[in-house]
């Protein structure tokens, strides 16, 4: 039996790579019975069908850290969340969502200021102040003509890094800056909409630096009732050195007496905009998990 990683999907068949070959191998028929998918990042155990056309079977998925639907891929280390301060216009809640979305993955994000050419200088100035505490971070880029990507070879030159964030950001161009290639096609911006289209139809993985990027459609949504509400106000960094010392010790951080996060909120401490957007996502959180249990 052999051992590789699945770097494409295409069709239902996959592309495996081991330390000396690839192999495109269709999973064995019990994978649809159990209505199990292989995805890309997957580390498979296949069986070598015809070694002339380098052909096999993917017998077993080895356990995966992590896996996500959209964009599907497994076993990701960091996530890249690409926006602009305009065209298209910058996105708060989607960021958040994102971060979140990454946190309960246990994935490392960095947030990538994208198309910094078209940005005013105050109003990017302002952005990184609102995430500067984050604990995600913080790249500013212009990825048409490739400015400043050099700091990408410091945060991801290992594992599995997919991209996600605003469709029209440049995620597409950004990935083919980085990797040399015109592997992914880069859409056109509605100018009615400020919305990009997604262009790309298949997984794959990109070798980058000692690691991989993620070459997938990226999603633009995510869906705030998938995380438990409880769990939330930890995947805030900003908060961390004032809820411990907030009045009750479950304190949700929303209208609590003696909360020790509102207060910092008053103090300009923690920004508004960010505090604002958590009270939204818990309650958005909160009323899903309501609907899910029926009271």
Do not use: W
């Not at 494409?8 to 068949?13: D, E, L, N, R």
């Not at 200021?113 to 790249?139: F, Q, T």
Request: net charge positive.
């Amino acid at each position: 039996m052999e051992i590789g990683l699945v770097t494409k999907s295409v069709s239902g068949q996959y592309t495996v790579k081991t330390e000396k070959d690839e192999y495109i191998c269709k999973p064995r028929g019990l994978f649809r019975k159990d209505g199990f998918k292989p995805l890309c990042g997957d580390i498979a155990e296949f069986e070598i069908t015809d070694i002339s056309d380098k052909e096999g079977y993917i017998q077993k998925i080895k356990e995966r850290k992590n896996s996500l639907i959209r964009p599907p891929v497994a076993n990701v280390d960091t996530s890249v969340i690409v926006f602009s301060i305009n065209n298209p216009k910058l996105d708060e809640f989607l960021i958040d969502l994102l971060i979140l979305a990454s946190r309960a993955h246990k994935i490392q994000s960095i947030l990538c200021i994208n198309k910094s050419d078209l940005a005013d200088d105050d109003k990017l100035r302002l952005v990184m102040k609102e995430y500067e505490k984050c604990g995600c971070e913080i790249i500013v880029t212009d990825a048409l003509h490739e400015d400043n990507l050099d700091r990408f070879s410091k945060v991801i030159s290992s594992g599995i890094t997919v991209f996600a964030g605003q469709s029209g950001a440049g995620k597409s161009t950004l990935i083919n800056a980085l990797t040399k290639t015109k592997s992914m096609q880069t859409g056109i911006l509605s100018r009615k909409i400020e919305r990009g289209k997604n262009t790309t139809r298949h997984c794959q993985l990109l070798p980058y630096m000692g690691g991989y990027i993620v070459d997938t459609p990226g999603f633009s949504k995510f869906d705030p009732g998938l995380l438990e509400p409880e769990a939330i106000k930890d995947m805030y960094n900003e908060f961390d050195e004032y809820k411990s010392v907030c009045k009750f010790n479950d304190c949700k951080h929303i209208n609590e007496k003696g909360c020790a996060v509102i207060k910092a909120v008053e103090e300009n401490l923690i920004p508004i905009g960010r505090y604002n957007r958590y009270k939204m996502i818990y309650n958005m959180s909160k009323e899903a998990l309501k609907n899910r249990r029926g009271y």
